[in-house]
């Protein structure tokens, strides 16, 4: 142990890693689990090395890891980490070695990720997830239980166990697909993070076959909360069909968040949501969030909810936002 020390001391930094053999040697178990626990650790060297080998061997018996390992270890070893999520909870971050880095920017990032959703949520959620990183497309799909056909657009997604409406779901994990940090950036996985975090937060609440305008708009409205971005950068296809004097005639339908007019319905869907919480408050959006979420919806259920929510019925309030988003652009 005193070697580890050492060797921990002289690496002067927070990180480090097991080899293969050592985790064997020091917890009998998990041959091909390549261990980076985080710590939580401010001074090195003011750690023992005991209190390593319990972060080690309590990511190693972490249950949650059990499933992932399944579907990852035949496509190599993996590597495991450690984060503390506030309030005692653990987030773990799982990928493969070589996605070292971009583990440590996930890493880095889930604290202030889970406090941001709380912030807009709430804390009456689990404050924690397994965050996966994928080296190829048959991992990614194989962790979200995705077909074959998984869109090659999507570059991350969160996935739970099958669970009763109202209770809190258990297996939930966040999956990024193999080319999500070159696609998007070290910026864009953390609002990436920010929104699947988002999904998982809510998931309990949410009922699928709810209306997608308001699910990923409100997953995109927290991601996007706070960061400083403006209205043109989060929503550039927008801003082109509204410069063009062609705005959108009412909400995104769920068929429009697939295919090539994605990304127009996720932006016009962040819009609705933005519009909601600039113009009634983001404790009536998270009230709208879980009467819209809460089913599937009908025109008339959902002119009933939103004119008992926000005061205003369905075509109303589409008018409301489409004459905010005239005035988002110059
Ligand atoms: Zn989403």
């Not at 142990?1 to 480090?16: D, H, I, S, V």
């Not at 980076?36 to 309590?58: E, M, T």
């Not at 209770?167 to 966040?174: A, C, F, I, L, S």
């Not at 009536?284 to 008992?308: K, M, P, S, W």
Request: with cysteine; charged share 20%.
């Amino acid at each position: 142990m005193g070697e580890m020390r050492r060797w921990l001391a002289a690496r002067g930094r927070l990180r480090f890693c097991l080899t293969i053999a050592a985790v064997i040697a020091l917890t009998g178990a998990c041959g091909a689990l390549l261990l980076v626990p985080n710590s939580v650790l401010p001074k090195p060297g003011a750690v023992s090395a005991d209190s390593v080998v319990g972060q080690a061997r309590a990511a190693v018996g972490d249950p949650r890891l059990d499933p992932v390992r399944r579907t990852m270890e035949p496509f190599g070893e993996l590597a495991a980490e450690r984060v503390s999520t506030g309030d005692g909870a653990q987030s773990l971050v799982v990928g493969h070695p070589g996605q070292r880095r971009d583990m440590e920017v996930l890493a880095g990032e889930l604290p202030g990720a889970v406090a941001a959703v709380s912030q807009v949520w709430g804390r009456d959620w689990a404050g924690s997830a397994v965050v996966v990183l994928t080296a190829n497309i048959s991992e990614f799909a194989g962790l979200v239980h995705a077909g074959a056909d998984l869109p090659t657009e999507i570059a991350a997604a969160s996935v739970a166990d099958p669970f009763v409406p109202g209770t809190r779901p258990t297996g939930q994990r966040v999956v990024f697909g193999p080319d999500a940090s070159a696609r998007v950036g070290p910026d864009g996985l953390r609002t990436l993070l920010r929104h699947e975090l988002t999904h998982v937060a809510a998931r309990a609440g949410t009922v699928d076959g709810a209306p997608l305008w308001m699910l990923e708009g409100f997953a995109d409205y927290v991601a996007q909360h706070g960061q400083g971005h403006r209205f043109a950068e989060i929503a550039p296809t927008l801003t082109a069909r509204l410069r063009a004097g062609e705005p959108p005639r009412d909400l995104p339908a769920d068929r429009e968040f697939g295919g090539a007019g994605a990304a127009f319905a996720y932006e016009q869907a962040w819009s609705v949501n933005q519009f909601i919480a600039e113009r009634f408050g983001q404790t009536a959006l998270v009230d709208l969030y879980h009467r819209i979420a809460a089913g599937r919806l009908d025109a008339a259920g959902t002119d009933r909810i939103l004119r008992e929510t926000l005061g205003s019925g369905r075509a109303e309030f589409v008018d409301g936002w489409r004459g905010w988003l005239a005035h988002q652009v110059g």
